[in-house]
T-cell receptor
Framework: KQEVTQIPAALSVPEGENLVLNCSFT??????LQWFRQDPGKGLTSLLL?????REQTSGRLNASLDKSSGRSTLYIAASQPGDSATYLC???????????????FGKGTHLIIQP | KAGVTQTPRYLIKTRGQQVTLSCSPI?????VSWYQQTPGQGLQFLFE???????NKGNFPGRFSGRQFSNSRSEMNVSTLELGDSALYLC????????????FGPGTRLTVL
C-alpha cells in the first residue's frame, strides 16, 4: 500500500528565505506526483505536476524535483513571501497492478508560515 | 475558463440522515474524483468516475456512493450519516482518467450532529 510522508510537518521562516519541503513515497510505481497548496478552509490549488518520466518542473519561484527510484520529491520555494503561507501537500498517483491508475495518495502536509 | 464548482458549500445534517453533494467539473474534463479530508486522516480518496463509469474506489463503506452524468457532472451520496462523516468533501476533475493533472474545487463542508 502506497504511503506518502512529508517532512517537516510545520515550518516557520522569515520572509526572503529560500526553503525546501520534502516528500517521500514507498512505492515507485506511480504515474505522476503533484504538489498542492491549501489555504485554511479552502480547496487545493495545484502548483506543479511531475510525470513519472520527468525529473523536475518549474513554475515561477517554485521548483519541484522527482527521484522515482528513491521515492523522493522536493519542493523548492525561492525568496519566500508572506503570501506563501499555507499548507503544502504532496500527492502521488499510483499505478494499479492490473493497469490504470488509483486515486491520489496524499501526505499529511507541511504547514508553512512566512514571517513578514 | 471556470474552475471546478461544488454545491452546496456548507451542510449541517443529523445522524442517520442522508446527503447528496454535487460537483461540476471544468469544461471539457471528463474525469471526476472525490476525496474526504478530516483532521485525523488527512485527504483520502473516495472514488473516480470517467464517462459515467466508476473507475476506482477507495476504502470506504458502501454508505458512500456516487454517480456521473452524461455532461460529466457528478454527485456523491452518503446514507445513514455518522458523526465521523463530518469532513470537507473535495471534488477534483481532470481531462482524462489516469495520469492527468487534477484540479480541485472549493469543497463542501459537511457537519453531522
Amino acid at each position: 500500500k502506497q504511503e506518502v510522508t512529508q517532512i517537516p510537518a510545520a515550518l516557520s521562516v522569515p520572509e526572503g528565505e529560500n526553503l525546501v519541503l520534502n516528500c517521500s513515497f514507498t512505492d515507485s510505481a506511480i504515474y505522476n506526483l503533484q504538489w498542492f497548496r491549501q489555504d485554511p478552509g479552502k480547496g487545493l490549488t495545484s502548483l506543479l505536476l511531475i510525470q513519472s518520466s520527468q525529473r523536475e518542473q518549474t513554475s515561477g519561484r517554485l521548483n519541484a524535483s522527482l527521484d522515482k527510484s528513491s521515492g523522493r520529491s522536493t519542493l523548492y520555494i525561492a525568496a519566500s513571501q508572506p503570501g506563501d503561507s499555507a499548507t503544502y501537500l504532496c500527492a502521488v498517483r499510483p499505478r494499479r497492478s492490473g493497469g490504470g491508475a488509483d486515486g491520489l495518495t496524499f501526505g499529511k502536509g507541511t504547514h508553512l508560515i512566512i514571517q513578514p | 475558463k471556470a474552475g471546478v464548482t461544488q454545491t452546496p458549500r456548507y451542510l449541517i445534517k443529523t445522524r442517520g440522515q442522508q446527503v447528496t453533494l454535487s460537483c461540476s467539473p471544468i469544461s471539457g474534463h471528463r474525469s471526476v474524483s472525490w476525496y474526504q479530508q478530516t483532521p485525523g486522516q488527512g485527504l483520502q480518496f473516495l472514488f473516480e468516475y470517467f464517462s459515467e463509469t466508476q473507475r476506482n474506489k477507495g476504502n470506504f463503506p458502501g454508505r458512500f456512493s456516487g454517480r456521473q452524468f452524461s455532461n460529466s457532472r457528478s454527485e456523491m451520496n452518503v446514507s445513514t450519516l455518522e458523526l465521523g462523516d463530518s469532513a470537507l468533501y473535495l471534488c477534483a476533475s481532470s481531462r482524462l482518467a489516469g495520469g492527468n493533472e487534477q484540479f480541485f474545487g472549493p469543497g463542501t463542508r459537511l457537519t453531522v450532529l
